[in-house]
């Protein structure tokens, strides 16, 4: 199984960050530990060179994060995520979020930022990992808009007739624990083809269990969908894998 996004580097892991990744190397072929700004990109980067073959990174700009950099400090990151291409498989997570950003000007830079990640991507050749929240349709026709060829739309949250749109457009689809409580969702999982579904945990959060998530919990991620289109979790498992090598260039076997 492959978990392809966490966040291994957020503080609910400080006390026992490398004993999470070694219970996780048990039961995973790999996961992908997302960079949310500067600051956090560095860390991943990091733990990755500590765990090669195994952890594998993207990096992005998650939104509620703009509105607190300046255009030069932005600027730099960018420049830091180009030097490092080689070290990455993704550009994300990236989006916008109406949740957390309600000022106008605030979500207008996110706008704008949001574009210039997506033209980092096309330019380093990288699929972008979304995050939008409350701002699902919007996101999605940005990124139309704006050709991407590549895009997983991480932790999705929204109803049948858009996962089809997106898939129609050959981005993929990525299913997270929120599914145990969203009918919508169950649907989402039951119907679009299986060669366009992604699993993960987002972990530290969605915890199944308890308060605190782990990559390896994906396994009830892919359970689920197993149990939705009423196959085996192992015919679930391969091809999730499968989509998860293609789209990020995994090196597995």
């Known amino acids: 199984m492959i978990d392809i996004h966490c966040h291994l580097t957020f503080k609910q892991y400080d006390e026992d960050r490398e004993k999470v990744i070694e219970d996780a190397k048990k039961f995973l072929k790999a996961l992908i530990t997302s960079g949310t700004e500067p600051e956090d990109s560095k860390k991943t980067l990091v733990l990755a060179e500590k765990h090669p073959k195994f952890v594998y990174v993207t990096l992005g700009l998650h939104p509620i994060h703009v509105p607190e950099l300046s255009s030069k400090q932005i600027e730099e990151y960018m420049e830091f995520i180009k030097i490092n291409k080689d070290k990455i498989v993704g550009i994300g997570e990236i989006g916008l979020d109406y949740y957390w950003i309600k000022d106008s000007g605030k979500i207008q830079k996110t706008k704008e930022v949001f574009v210039e990640f997506l033209s980092l991507a096309k330019e380093l050749n990288l699929p972008v990992v979304l995050h939008f929240r409350q701002a699902l ?8 808009q704006n050709n991407v060829k590549e895009a997983i739309f991480h932790c999705f949250s929204g109803k049948k ?23 919508n969702i169950k649907k989402v999982a039951k119907t679009i083809p299986l060669e366009k579904i992604l699993t993960e945990t987002d972990s530290p959060f969605l915890a199944v269990e308890g308060e ?15 149990e939705e289109r009423k196959i085996s979790p192992i015919e679930v498992e391969k091809i999730v ?11 597995l076997t």
């Not at 349709?137 to 139309?144: D, N, P, S, Y």
């Not at 457009?169 to 969203?182: H, V």
């Open 161 to 183: 007739g858009l996962a089809q749109e997106i898939v129609n457009q050959n981005y993929y689809i990525s299913i997270a624990p929120n599914i145990f409580r969203s009918k």
């Open 212 to 226: 605190k998530n782990f990559p390896q919990n994906v396994k009830f991620v892919v359970e689920k969908i197993a």
């Open 137 to 144: 349709e919007e996101g999605f026709k940005l990124v139309t």
């Open 241 to 251: 894998d499968k989509n998860a090598s293609k789209i990020f260039r995994l090196p």
